[in-house]
């Protein structure tokens, strides 16, 4: 069974001190005020391409589904289609060669991963990666939405729905995420400042919605970053960029996604309501 969640000083959720640092109650009333949203049905939103059903449903990749089609071995309630692109409701009946095709089941797992551990599906150096904790079923292929280096820890969607990861990496959607930093020495107010007013690194400039240090001063190796750019490795390239090294990263936030009840190394499915929130979350950004 999954222990309880750690009561380290550097959680957002809860802090040894009696008073809590500014950075922490940002982000929680962040998260607070994240409010899940009525699904809106918009005309057309709960159909879906024919080829892209047949393909889903494990018959044959997407190009292939569109000669099957054409081929006239595919029917939609009883009745033979020739256009891939047909859009057919989640009621319809559509059949292969005679045969019921099931539309894919979607898997949506936040997990929240351990240091160590390679954000892909497989690895040719045979190292632990984040498929050989979530290991739901055999015949259901998961990715990771996005990345997390080796030695960062945090939180790291899951899924296998195709179109929502690809819109969640995308730079359009600016996906908000927080990290929580432990440097090798304090880091100063010149150099929060700088990060603040936004840094130019090798490729461009970098700009952050909130950084700020996540303990009571004193202890100032403590960092919490907030941002939505999705460039390579870059809170630890903030950092170095200004002659710090980070010891320790860890994603406490993605999305509106937190790790509330969520110990190391643990995964969990999304509720509905979370998937309905990223969704609009994305439909919103458009």
Do not use: C
């Amino acid at each position: 069974m999954s222990k309880k969640t750690s009561n380290k000083k550097t959680n957002y959720h809860k802090s040894k001190s009696k008073k809590k640092d500014e950075f922490a109650q940002h982000i929680e009333q962040t998260v607070k005020k994240f409010k899940e949203p009525r699904e809106k049905k918009e005309p057309g939103s709960n159909e879906v391409r024919l080829n892209k059903f047949i393909a889903n449903g494990g018959i044959a990749a997407r190009r292939k589904a569109d000669e099957l089609i054409k081929e006239g071995a595919v029917s939609v309630n009883g009745k033979v289609v020739l256009e891939p692109g047909f859009k057919i409701k989640s009621k319809d009946k559509v059949t292969y060669n005679g045969k019921v095709v099931e539309g894919e089941k979607l898997y949506y797992v936040l997990l929240n991963k351990p240091k160590g551990v390679i954000t892909t599906t497989s690895d040719e150096k045979d190292r632990k990666t984040v498929m050989d904790i979530v290991d739901i079923r055999k015949n259901v292929r998961l990715f990771p939405v996005g990345r997390l280096d080796r030695n960062t820890t945090g939180l790291l969607l899951i899924t296998n729905d195709g179109d929502l990861s690809q819109q969640l990496a995308h730079p359009s959607s600016k996906i908000t995420k927080v990290y929580q930093a432990e440097l090798d020495k304090p880091l100063t107010e010149a150099d929060l400042n700088k990060i603040k007013a936004g840094l130019t690194l090798e490729d461009g400039l970098v700009e952050v919605d909130e950084v700020a240090y996540t303990l009571p001063r004193g202890d100032d190796r403590h960092v919490g970053i907030e941002l939505h750019v999705g460039k390579n490795r870059i809170v630890r390239r903030i950092y170095e960029h200004l002659g710090y090294e980070v010891k320790k990263l860890d994603r406490v936030l993605y999305a509106g996604l937190t790790k509330k009840n969520l110990p190391r190394g643990k995964w969990r499915f999304l509720t509905e309501k979370e998937v309905i929130f990223l969704k609009y979350f994305i439909s919103k950004k458009k």
